[in-house]
T-cell receptor
């Protein structure tokens, strides 16, 4: 079945550490996205990529980095510069004719 | 710029009674509008979408929404709530795409629906 796989489901990070969240899709979608979700805030766009080897900052990109070396993969690195990283992170992909598909999310907690 | 306002952060209904989740949007052109549902610690599932065709949109699980341009609203309704409908619901507008690509999604802050037995 086609879909988006996010891993891990739960992730714990010590303060000052970088961590990388994985997002893989087998839908052959061109565009991929990373959103951050906080209680009562809805989803806010971190980064997006419309094609391989290209990506753009979203509304809250500070403290995050991404890469898009392959069409199927769009990993997100939460760097030590992100002062409040505890949140639920959702990856999505889209194609004009088919709309958006979301992964099941990664919950990141700073310990 | 596009924006979305969900008028209620929390709605509580009894099982078998109607559901109304309110959403107003702001857009400088004819928007694409969506409703998504999210169960705890899960991803988002598309309930329905409006893309300038029929103004009354039917979605999955008995939900529907009506696009009212004069009121800039896109309220979500269901005639009879079920316990399994308890979840968080997001009203979403798509901003203008460029170069033929799909626009980015702009999310409301969500409405948590509780269903009492």
């Amino acid at each position: 079945d086609g879909g988006i796989t996010q891993s891990p489901k739960y992730l714990f990070r010590k303060e000052g550490q970088n961590v990388t969240l994985s997002c893989e899709q087998n839908l052959n979608h061109d565009a991929m996205y990373w959103y951050r979700q906080d209680p009562g805030q809805g989803l806010r766009l971190i980064y997006y990529s419309q094609i391989v080897n290209d990506f753009q900052k979203g509304d809250i990109a500070e403290g995050y980095s991404v890469s898009r070396e392959k069409k199927e993969s769009f990993p997100l690195t939460v760097t030590s510069a992100q002062k409040n990283p505890t949140a639920f992170y959702l990856c999505a992909s889209s194609e004009v004719l088919y709309g958006y598909t979301f992964g099941s999310g990664t919950r990141l907690t700073v310990v | 710029a596009q924006s979305v306002t969900q008028l209620d952060s929390h709605v509580s209904v009894s099982e078998g009674t109607p559901v109304l989740l309110r959403c107003n949007y702001s857009s400088s052109y004819s928007p694409s509008l969506f409703w998504y549902v999210q169960h705890p610690n899960k991803g988002l599932q598309l309930l329905l979408k409006y893309t300038s065709a029929a103004t009354l949109v039917k979605g999955i699980n008995g939900f529907e929404a009506e696009f009212k341009k004069s009121e800039t609203s896109f309220h979500l309704t269901k005639p009879s709530a079920h316990m399994s409908d308890a979840a968080e619901y997001f009203c979403v507008v798509s901003d203008q795409g460029y170069g033929g690509s799909q626009g980015n999604l702009i999310f409301g802050k969500g409405t948590k629906l509780s269903v009492k037995p």
